[in-house]
DNA sequence: AACCTGGACAACCGCCATATG
DNA sequence: TCATATGGCGGTTGTCCAGGT
């Protein structure tokens, strides 16, 4: 018959993700590569059901994730596709390859609608009462509204062509894995000293404040029970992880972070060390985003261009366009905004 | 100081398409 | 071919926290 079931519904864990949880399950992944997530938690010992495993990989401990602090250019691109695709969030989220489609969502619906509903609204004071042109700053081009369905059956194919990404200076045009490549060589894993990269938070950072945290709280924990009792079962939260999978440098470090009462500042290089840059096809696959670890050669053939579809173009020049309009959106609005194209 | 409210975000839920035995 | 698990996605909820009353 068919598979065999995912997991048991008894005994799921269910909640934030703990450090702890969250080192075990990097440490799994360093080691097997992302993919085959019924095994994840049955090999690492995670009382998790493997979609939550999945969407905790790829929301938040994933390399290569940018979180918070959308840049006026994510806004104007993220208000642009949500205008082109709805809410359509994977999609949009595979223009944004540091950006994970719940982040993107997140913001959206927490930030840019009211910002939008905002704009509308002194619009529609302003604006004349039987004005055709939206009073949105978003333009949507005439041909959208009929074109929707359009989109829709178009955009997977859209996903595949030239996509119009930016970077926190430039835009580039480039397909997402292609960028998703550059990203690769610009994240945390990379050395290239791009000043730029250093703003991107990494899921390196993530994992370092979670650890952060941790440590503190461990570095406390041992000291309170040093001048006070053993420690009360309630610990069970910061027992290190099952020690089957975890590797050597991971123990190296654990012990040493946990026996000599390593300062939290320690935990950055802690888990850059812990984890070192993957070989370039591993890498691909781990920045591939959105779990589509390996959609198939199409998401894997390009790098070159390719001719655009009508709203491809559209997209990128309206983008080019309205990219300044859009900035007024945003209260820290940038005053000159290279473009490279 | 206590309570209330709203914002922000992580995580869950449910549906769907696809893969698999 | 069919039944079922898996992975992906979008919507929604739950929780934490800061600011206001």
Not at 153 to 161: E, I, P, S, T, V
Request: proline share 10%; charged share 20%.
């Amino acid at each position: 018959m068919g598979r065999p079931p995912c997991c048991d519904k008894e005994g799921i864990k269910k909640g934030p993700w703990t450090p702890e949880e969250d080192i075990i399950l990097v440490s799994y992944i360093q080691e097997h590569g992302p993919g085959n997530w019924r095994s994840v938690p049955i090999n690492t010992g995670l009382m998790r059901c493997s979609k939550s495993c999945r969407l905790r990989w790829t929301n938040y401990l994933r390399p290569g994730i940018r979180r918070g602090n959308f840049t006026p250019h994510e806004e104007a691109i993220i208000v642009h596709l949500q205008s082109l695709l709805g809410n359509r969030w994977a999609a949009i989220a595979s223009y944004l390859p540091q950006r994970t489609d719940n982040d993107i969502k997140n913001y959206w619906n927490t930030h840019l609608k009211k910002k939008l509903k905002k704009q509308q609204a002194i619009g529609a004071i302003f604006a004349p009462p039987d004005s055709s042109s939206s009073s949105s700053s978003i333009v949507v081009p005439p041909a959208a509204t009929t074109t929707t369905t359009t989109v829709d059956h178009h955009h997977r194919d859209m996903l595949g062509a030239n996509l119009l990404v930016s970077s926190k200076d430039t835009y580039y045009y480039a397909r997402p894995p292609a960028e998703a490549a550059a990203v690769a060589r610009r994240s945390p894993f990379a050395a290239d000293g791009d000043s730029s990269s250093s703003s991107y938070a990494s899921s390196m950072d993530n994992i370092s404040r979670l650890l952060t945290g941790f440590m503190k709280q461990q570095h406390d924990d041992a000291a309170a029970a040093a001048d006070t009792k053993p420690p009360a079962p309630a610990a069970q939260v910061n027992s290190p992880p099952p020690a089957a999978f975890l590797s050597p440098s991971f123990h190296h470090h654990m012990s040493a972070g946990t026996g000599s009462g390593t300062p939290p500042a320690a935990s950055a290089a802690y888990f850059n060390d812990m984890m070192p840059p993957p070989p370039p096809q591993q890498q691909a696959a781990l920045m591939g985003g959105h779990g589509d670890y390996d959609d198939g050669p199409s998401s894997r053939q390009h790098l070159q261009p390719s001719p655009l579809s009508p709203i491809e173009k559209w997209l990128f020049e309206e983008a080019a366009e309205q990219v300044g309009d859009l900035m007024d959106l945003s209260e820290d609005c940038c005053s000159s905004v290279p473009m490279m194209f």
